[in-house]
């Protein structure tokens, strides 16, 4: 069964300051993607990473995929208030069907 | 341009009572996915459907639960005689389900939040 882990689970972050949410999965797949999540909302797509090395950026989050580390990882650059939700990712192995991390809760304080 | 729909957004039901679930696919999309979220965790697959076939239900319990896409109208998730553990976010999501699909995401109705009291 293909596990997701997702660290920290929860990040209270300082407005300008930079940090990463790592995302490891137990099995081999060349398809990852980013949700974010606001509370009581659904899923919005952030990122779909599809092959090793890959590495997207939008605005102050990029995220990279290393599928030989079975890795991924989301970094917030200069973090703002409006960034506070909670951000999953999900690794699919087949047909889109989504194996989630438990989801990374993000707060950003002044 | 809808996206994914869902309805009910709330629903309510006691102990015991059937619960049943809408999903409207994308405009041109002949897949349908639904996945389950219980509160602080991340969402977990149930089914996979395409028009009149469950291609996937590896993810939804084998009692009280069923899914079916017919070839008119909207998907639907039935979960019979609710019990309390039922109450969590269902999402449904879809995709057109041919070419090279993987490039894009998954989209995500807004869900159906089923309590049962």
């Known amino acids: 069964e293909l596990k997701v882990e997702q660290n920290p689970l929860f990040l209270s972050m300082q407005e300008g300051k930079n940090y990463t949410i790592y995302c490891n999965y137990s099995t081999t797949s060349d398809r990852l993607y980013w949700y974010r999540q606001d509370p009581g909302k659904s899923l919005e797509s952030l990122f779909v990473?599809?092959?090793?090395?890959a590495v997207k950026q939008e605005g102050r989050l990029m995220a990279s995929l290393d599928t030989k580390a079975r890795l991924s990882t989301l970094h917030i650059t200069a973090a703002v208030h409006d960034l506070s939700a909670t951000y999953f990712c999900?690794?699919?192995?087949?047909?889109?069907?989504?194996?989630f991390g438990a989801g990374t809760t993000v707060t950003v304080r002044a | 341009n809808a996206g994914v729909m869902q309805n009910p957004r709330h629903l309510v039901r006691r102990r015991g009572q059937e619960a049943r679930l809408r999903c409207s696919p994308m405009k041109g999309h002949s897949h349908v996915y639904w996945y389950r979220q219980l509160p602080e965790e991340g969402l977990k697959f149930m089914v996979y459907?395409?028009?009149?076939?469950?291609?996937?239900e590896s993810g939804m319990p084998k009692e009280r639960f069923s899914a079916e896409f017919p070839k008119e109208g909207p998907s639907i998730l039935r979960i019979q005689q609710v019990v309390r553990g039922d109450s969590a976010a269902y999402f449904c999501?879809?995709?057109?389900?041919?070419?090279?699909?993987?490039?894009?995401?998954?989209?995500f109705g807004n869900g159906t939040r089923l309590t049962v009291t």
């Open positions: 459907l395409q028009k009149e076939n469950i291609i996937d």
């Open positions: 999900a690794v699919d192995t087949n047909d889109y069907k989504l194996s």
């Open positions: 999501a879809s995709s057109p389900g041919a070419g090279d699909v993987y490039n894009s995401p998954l989209h």
């Open positions: 990473l599809l092959s090793n090395g």
